[in-house]
């Protein structure tokens, strides 16, 4: 049987990737599938199935990089707070635009700020999405919020 070590791609990365622009293909190049990357560029991500289905394997771990490796790290290290990753990506991700995720990690100026703005017009919204996706983002401290659960 042939166990191979899990990639150094981080899943949360991938599947923002996937889930933004999986259609073209763009989380393919990353994990290193240039071919089939180039595929699901031509084909809208093979018209959207092939998207959805790459979703689907990233969330179950069943995704695999250029080397056949499974993508399946959610954590990007040891935790230096005691905040989470999953409920500030939901906490952005339904409630975003009303800062409630910094709320959250306890950034209440700026929570303000994006409830007045409704998340800065959106923007600074999809920005944090990002961040907190890529691990990126920190709490009131200035420490990275690095587990998912």
């Given at each position: 049987?042939?166990v191979r070590?899990?990639?150094?791609?981080?899943?949360?990365?991938?599947?923002?990737?996937?889930?933004?622009l999986?259609f073209?293909?763009?989380?393919?190049?990353?994990t290193?599938?240039?071919?089939?990357?180039?595929?699901?560029?031509?084909?809208?991500?093979?018209f959207?199935?092939?998207w959805i289905?790459?979703?689907v394997?990233?969330?179950?771990?069943?995704?695999?990089?250029?080397?056949?490796?499974?993508?399946v790290?959610?954590s990007y290290?040891?935790?230096?707070?005691?905040?989470?990753?999953?409920?500030?990506?939901?906490l952005?991700?339904f409630?975003?635009?009303f800062?409630?995720?910094?709320?959250?990690?306890g950034?209440?100026?700026?929570g303000l700020?994006?409830l007045?703005?409704l998340g800065?017009f959106?923007?600074?919204w999809i920005?944090?999405?990002v961040?907190?996706?890529?691990?990126?983002f920190s709490?009131?401290?200035?420490n990275?919020l690095?587990?998912?659960?």
């Amino acid at each position: 049987m042939d166990v191979r070590p899990a990639s150094e791609y981080y899943a949360p990365r991938v599947l923002l990737l996937c889930g933004w622009l999986g259609f073209l293909g763009v989380h393919r190049f990353y994990t290193g599938k240039i071919i089939t990357g180039v595929l699901q560029l031509l084909t809208a991500g093979g018209f959207g199935i092939w998207w959805i289905i790459d979703f689907v394997l990233i969330i179950a771990g069943a995704f695999k990089d250029s080397a056949g490796r499974p993508v399946v790290q959610w954590s990007y290290g040891p935790a230096t707070t005691s905040k989470r990753l999953l409920p500030a990506f939901l906490l952005n991700a339904f409630l975003g635009p009303f800062g409630i995720h910094r709320f959250y990690v306890g950034k209440i100026g700026t929570g303000l700020l994006q409830l007045v703005t409704l998340g800065g017009f959106g923007i600074w919204w999809i920005i944090d999405h990002v961040l907190i996706t890529w691990g990126s983002f920190s709490d009131k401290q200035q420490n990275r919020l690095t587990q998912w659960t």
